[in-house]
T-cell receptor, first 112, second 114 residues
């Protein structure tokens, strides 16, 4: 299966710790998106890459969040000094056009 | 700004039809529809672009009223597999290239009973 993969699938951390998630998009996709989803809500846009360039970042995104996509392939999302409010499912999606975004299975973060 | 979806939930018998609505207070470039089953990732259903172009799956249809910034998703002769949460995602209208991330509504829960 050559779909979008995310690691780890689950992460439990203590408040104040740093965490990093990885997303491997579909190989030919140059667009990569990060979303956050909490229970009962739709995915909330965090940031967008086209190749290695980060073209858009949500104004709701705290400075504790940073994302990279070196060489335009995989991407990492880091959250520094985690807070309980950061607990959510973090979804990565990739696409080759503006038409369809292919979502990965997500990383579920629990901050204790 | 988050689009508003209605209804919040629908329960149908297999074979019945459903309409899910999505409206925005902002000018839209496109409306995307996704379905998410419990514990799974969202899956693309359809996109409606300003100007009338549509791309999606054969068994699902939708409309996009550009003047009212509203879209509706039509599910006909529903099947058990249609159960899930339906989200509309919107891209704001703007000039130039590039792509906004999608702003999703809170979702409509659809339950299909045999």
């Amino acid at each position: 299966d050559t779909g979008v993969s995310q690691n780890p699938r689950h992460k439990i951390t203590k408040r104040g710790q740093n965490v990093t998630f990885r997303c491997d998009p579909i190989s030919e996709h140059n667009r990569l998106y990060w979303y956050r989803q909490t229970l009962g809500q739709g995915p909330e846009f965090l940031t967008y890459f086209q190749n290695e360039a980060q073209l858009e970042k949500s104004r709701l995104l705290s400075d504790r969040f940073s994302a990279e996509r070196p060489k335009g392939s995989f991407s990492t999302l880091e959250i520094q000094r985690t807070e309980q409010g950061d607990s959510a499912m973090y979804l990565c999606a990739s696409s080759s056009t503006r038409i369809e975004q292919f979502f990965g299975p997500g990383t579920r973060l629990t901050v204790l | 700004q988050q689009p508003v979806q209605s209804p919040q939930a629908v329960i149908l018998r297999e074979g019945e039809d459903a309409v899910i609505n999505c409206s925005s207070s902002k000018a839209l470039y496109s409306v995307h529809w996704y379905r998410q089953k419990h514990g799974e990732a969202p899956v693309f259903l359809m996109i409606l672009l300003k100007g009338g172009e549509q791309k999606g799956h054969d068994k699902i249809s939708a409309s996009f009223n550009e003047k009212k910034q509203q879209s509706s998703l039509y599910l006909t002769a529903s099947q058990l597999s249609y159960s899930g949460t339906y989200f509309c995602g919107t891209e704001r209208g703007y000039s130039g290239g590039g792509a906004d991330g999608l702003t999703f509504g809170k979702g409509t829960h659809l339950i299909i009973q045999p």
